[in-house]
């Protein structure tokens, strides 16, 4: 057997830059390079502060910003994403390794590397097996109440920085109580420095882009310039604590980071420690890609793009080995520097080999100057950037629309705050499919007759219809499973457990694309049992693959009663009115 040729459309498949890149012009470059000025700008600040957060060196977030981002570049299907360290997964990464109990730096650079490769892995077999579908299984709202938690848990964790006092704890109330503990510590020139900080960046993230263009420059630059506004504060505090001495007066600092270009690192091949990280790394994984893959979607409909949600699997999973063999951790696609690479003009995927490109010249030339950089600084640029994220509105919409939805987000915000965001992301899961399997344990079955003057069939609760005596026709409005099929014959046999002198039961599957082998027993149970009543069992509008399922068991030839192919057709043959034959 000759096996099958490999085609540039299976390359292009697995390498999508072979795709887009055929079509690169200068046009593009230039728009590509613009957004990566702005985005680097952006990055570096950024990047050190989410390290912080993530309990590693500061140098750690400008490697997982350089690499991945190549890798990105080639195996991406997004235009605008920024893959990079990320809050959320910065503050899962802090948890995985905070459950080690390491105390060496070199052993906690190891296990965020080994986390980013484990990751990375989880995400290509996940991709090359096309199992993208799994993300669904997180709710959207269950996703909005992690992330709000996550928010609230950051911003805390913050605190210490921005008070310059010693604080740990892995949920809230653990920060606040260390917090409010160690507060007659408070270093008053570390206050000043983080509440200065983050009131500035406060003010620019909102304020400074309007009054730039008041003052008459031109958009693009005032929006530039207001996106500089965390650089403009790093440099400021990097200045006044050094020429004021102020890290011999408490201020805690950066310290010397490293130059150079990123080391080659290997993750560990401990099977212990594997084991240990591997949950942990699912997590992240599932956690990331959902949040990637949620920015990625908006931004490319945006454009009337699409992404391939399998094959960011694979550029996702490609990044985060990328991080971990370039001394980075685990990373993904950044929400807030997204949408600043989508404003920016990013055409393809280039411009994020153009901003890793810019901050490996950072990595290179300015590490230096950032000894003096206040980690209050880092932790206020924290604080801004992860609030925007926190949306307790979630709770009002979801309370108005669907009790359950609501009781799901609060569960999931409840749970992460009091437990930590591993036990809280767990629970979300858990939730989301237990969600999934109340919500389909219980069809919507309903009762329906004829409108009047049509071939229509509703609601006889909400609809003026006509019904007979001895036919009840049902509609049932889920697909039919082992976890729903014991619902519906319960139905059945309450409702016909009545004095009417029925004679026919119709069940309507129009809404129903799949009967499982307990769905088929359970009916076949309901046509003999019906069948003992002298009740005739009937189905109509029946889809043709399940048709097909059913055409394969012994179900149909015991049917005591028809399978019509509309509900009117039914109607008309039992209430004795023949059927017009089509023309």
């Keep these: 057997m000759t096996p099958p040729r490999l085609t540039a459309r299976h390359f292009t498949r697995y390498l999508p830059i072979l795709d887009w890149g055929r079509r690169y012009d200068r046009e593009s470059a230039t728009s590509d390079i613009v957004a ?31 690499l991945p981002l190549v ?69 959207h709202p269950v996703i909005a109440g992690f992330i709000t938690a996550s928010g609230v848990l950051i911003a805390t964790s913050q605190l210490k920085h921005i008070l310059g006092v010693e604080a740990h704890g892995h949920n809230l109330v653990g920060l606040v109580g260390s917090l409010v503990a160690h507060q007659g510590e408070t270093n008053l020139y570390t206050l000043v420095i983080g509440v200065s900080a983050t009131a500035f960046l406060f003010w620019v993230r909102k304020g ?19 996106k500089a506004g965390p650089v403009a504060a ?21 310290g010397e980071v490293p130059t150079g270009l990123p080391p080659l690192t290997l993750p560990s091949l401990s099977p212990a420690l594997w084991n240990q990280l591997f949950l942990s790394a699912l997590l992240i994984s599932i956690i990331g890609f959902v949040e990637s893959v949620s920015v990625a979607q908006t931004l490319a409909a945006k454009k009337r793009q699409r992404i391939v949600p399998d094959q960011e699997l694979i550029g996702l999973g490609a ?22 690479n989508f404003d ?53 919409k979801s309370w108005t629309y669907s009790r359950v939805d609501f009781t799901a987000v609060a569960a999931t915000i ?57 036919i009840v026709t049902l509609r049932v409005d889920e697909s039919l499973y082992f976890a729903n099929a014991r619902f519906l014959e319960d139905y059945v046999l309450n409702r016909v457990a009545c004095e009417q002198p029925l004679k026919h039961v119709v069940l309507m599957f129009p809404a129903v694309n799949e009967v499982d082998m307990s769905a088929l027993e359970t009916l076949e149970e309901l046509n003999r049992r019906l069948g003992d009543m002298e009740i005739s069992l009937h189905l109509s509008e029946v889809k043709g693959p399940v048709m097909d399922r059913l ?33």
């Design 234 to 254: 790093v440099a400021v505090t990097i200045l006044v604590t050094w020429a004021f001495g102020l890290n011999a007066r408490g201020v805690a600092i950066v």
């Design 414 to 470: 409840l749970l992460t705050l009091g437990f930590g965001v591993e036990t809280g992301v767990s629970a979300g899961v858990i939730i989301s499919i237990g969600l999934h399997l109340y919500k389909t344990s219980r069809p919507h079955v309903a009762e329906v007759g004829l409108v009047p003057g049509t071939q229509h069939f509703r609601n006889i609760l909400r609809h003026k219809v006509e019904t007979r005596p001895d």
């Design 208 to 226: 400074l882009k309007p009054l730039l263009i008041n003052a008459g420059l031109k958009p693009r630059l005032a929006d530039i310039a207001a």
């Design 344 to 396: 920016a003009g990013a055409e393809t995927p280039a411009a994020g080999a153009f901003t890793a490109v810019g901050i490996l010249l950072a990595a290179l030339l300015l590490t230096p100057l950032l000894y003096f950089l206040p980690k209050a600084t880092l932790a206020a640029t924290i604080i801004v950037a992860v609030l925007s994220l926190v949306d307790f509105s979630i709770l009002k």
């Design 319 to 340: 990044s985060n080995v990328a991080a971990a063999v370039s001394g980075g951790y685990p990373v993904t696609g950044g929400f807030a520097r997204s949408v600043v």
């Design 36 to 66: 990566a000025v702005i985005v680097t700008i952006m990055l570096i600040p950024q990047s050190l502060a989410y390290a912080l957060l993530a309990g590693l060196p500061a140098e750690m977030g400008l490697y997982a910003s350089i």
């Design 71 to 139: 890798a990105y570049t080639i195996f991406g299907t997004s235009r605008a994403l920024a893959v990079g360290p990320v809050a959320v997964v910065s503050l899962m990464t802090a948890a995985a390794i905070g459950n080690l109990g390491l105390s060496d730096p070199v052993q906690i650079a190891l296990a965020a590397g080994t986390l980013a490769f484990l990751s990375g892995a989880i995400l290509l077999v996940m991709g090359v097996l096309r199992l993208g579908f799994l993300a669904n299984f997180l709710s």
């Design 551 to 583: 055409k394969r068991s012994h179900f149909l030839d015991e049917l005591t009663g028809e399978v019509f192919l509309a509900q009117y057709d039914a109607w008309k043959k039992l209430t004795g009115t023949p059927v017009r034959a089509a023309s």
